[in-house]
């Protein structure tokens, strides 16, 4: 839900001094721990931009009415939709875009979100939009990591920072670290269960366990959202790479990470959590 009085304040009067002074980059990466608020703040700049009210943006008139709702022809929104990845058959789109001029407005805004999630066919196919932008066109990129954005993409945009020097810590840090958003980590909650029986399922494998296939079952059984999902693979990579510190462990704990690599592409091709957990389970037996 957009919510243009949620935004970053200071970032916004930066902003609002560009639009005024008609120095607008075109192109931003929004680096905010807090994806919602950055994108928020894009969209207020859209709103700024187009706004037919006293106060801009007010929020209210019909320009910005349009925006906030998703239906103005010349603000658009990429975004994963729950995907684990951002494509280019998402970003695609956005170049043909580019060859149209505004319909409504004086200037077009094409907006990326979690743009961490971006496959390096998308992130390679957006270059072309960030270097030559034919039309009018202001691209913001939203992240919540911007060292998991392409150092090339990376260097066609301004960098606009929302965290105020404050980094997050602990296991908020290492989720945001492998590319979770703040929503998805708030929708995970405690973690102390499914620590417990990744754990749990970890050892089992390394030992040779067949009840790790029974586990296989519970966990996949048990994690009905993405994000948990999602959480299962990231903690069983997170182990992995704890134990390559243990010369006693270091082998196993390479070819379990060789095997996970394996498992990540079967996720990407659509393949079920349940049946990437087998794979993995039987591969350990």
């Not at 994963?80 to 170049?95: N, S, Y």
């Not at 979100?113 to 998308?122: F, G, I, R, S, Y």
């Not at 270091?250 to 394996?262: P, S, V």
Request: charged content about 25%; proline content about 3%.
């Amino acid at each position: 839900m957009i919510d243009i009085k949620n935004i970053g304040t200071r970032q916004a009067e930066f902003l609002q001094r560009a639009y005024e002074q008609k120095k607008l980059a075109h192109s931003y990466l929004f680096v905010d721990s807090d994806e919602h608020r950055a994108l928020n703040t894009a969209y207020w700049l859209a709103c700024l931009f187009n706004c037919t009210g006293e106060t801009k943006p007010d929020g209210s008139c019909q320009n910005c009415r349009q925006i906030l709702s998703g239906n103005h022809p010349d603000v658009l929104l990429v975004e994963p939709q729950g995907k684990q990845t951002l494509g280019i058959d998402q970003v695609r789109p956005l170049k043909e875009e580019l060859a149209k001029s505004p319909v409504e407005s004086k200037r077009r805004f094409f907006f990326i979100n979690e743009a961490q999630k971006m496959t390096l066919a998308a992130a390679n196919g957006l270059l072309n939009l960030l270097e030559e932008p034919v039309a009018p066109v202001v691209t913001i990129l939203i992240t919540n990591n911007s060292d998991q954005i392409l150092p090339t993409v990376r260097s066609r945009t301004q960098i606009i920072n929302f965290d105020n020097g404050e980094k997050p810590s602990g296991k908020t840090a290492i989720l945001l670290e492998n590319g979770f958003t703040k929503s998805e980590i708030d929708e995970l909650g405690n973690l102390d269960k499914w620590d417990q029986e990744i754990k749990y399922f970890y050892q089992e494998m390394l030992e040779h366990n067949s009840l790790a296939l029974v586990s296989v079952h519970k966990l996949s059984e048990g994690a009905k959202l993405m994000s948990e999902q999602r959480y299962i693979l990231v903690r069983l990579k997170l182990l992995a790479e704890h134990d390559l510190t243990d010369t006693r462990k270091m082998l196993n704990a390479a070819q379990m990470l060789k095997d996970l690599i394996e498992v990540d592409k079967m996720r990407l091709s659509n393949v079920s959590l349940r049946n990437a957990l087998d794979y993995l389970a039987l591969r350990w037996k």
